[in-house]
């Protein structure tokens, strides 16, 4: 196998498209396309974020969405990680989106995305939003015998080495049982 070395660059695949849900001091909500972030315990996710207008939002209320980007909104879920708040006030409704008060955090779930994490902020600390995921909610079209449909949801992700949104495949196995063949 021959390698070819890029460098130190922010290659993991693949990236969730994260449209992190926020409302302002006036209840009015906002939305941004975040690629770095990750779960990284069973109630937590861990994002990072330069500071922004949503930044802002969550410090004061505390409490964000972290939604799934998707096929079917993809020019809206890069539109608002292409524009800001603090330039375009109503980015979220010229998206395209439609928000619902989440019933668990003081943050919108997005109408049009239907599969979100509801996350009450634990830090934010050198441009690390760490959140406690204290609900997750999906729209009943994507799911299946009770659990999120990945082929329903169509989620998209990332991709950092072309700047390009690619869908996810098939399954390639099954997790925790294929390897024990190897036990």
Not at 26 to 50: C, H, K, R, Y
Not at 74 to 83: K, L, N, S, T
Not at 85 to 110: C, M, Q, W
Not at 130 to 146: F, L, Q, Y
């Amino acid at each position: 196998m021959s390698r070819v070395d890029f460098g130190a660059k922010p290659i993991m695949l693949p990236q969730p498209v994260l449209i992190i849900g926020t409302y302002d001091e006036n209840g009015v909500p906002n939305a941004m396309n975040a690629a770095w972030g990750i779960t990284t315990d069973f109630q937590e996710i861990t994002i990072s974020l330069s500071e922004h207008k949503t930044t802002a939002n969550f410090m004061a209320r505390g409490a964000f969405t972290v939604s799934m980007g998707t096929e079917d909104q993809v020019v809206a879920c890069d539109y608002v990680g292409i524009e800001s708040a603090l330039k375009v006030p109503d980015k979220f409704a010229r998206a395209g989106f439609h928000a619902t008060k989440s019933a668990f955090v003081d943050a919108p779930l997005i109408d049009e995305l239907p599969m979100a994490l509801e996350c009450k902020v634990k830090s934010f600390e050198n441009g690390i939003l760490i959140g406690e995921i204290v609900n997750v909610s999906a729209d009943e079209s994507v799911i299946t015998d009770g659990k999120v449909d990945l082929k329903k949801l169509k989620p998209i992700a990332f991709d950092p080495c072309n700047n390009v949104y690619v869908t996810l495949g098939g399954k390639a196995g099954n997790a925790f049982e294929d390897g024990k063949i190897l036990k």
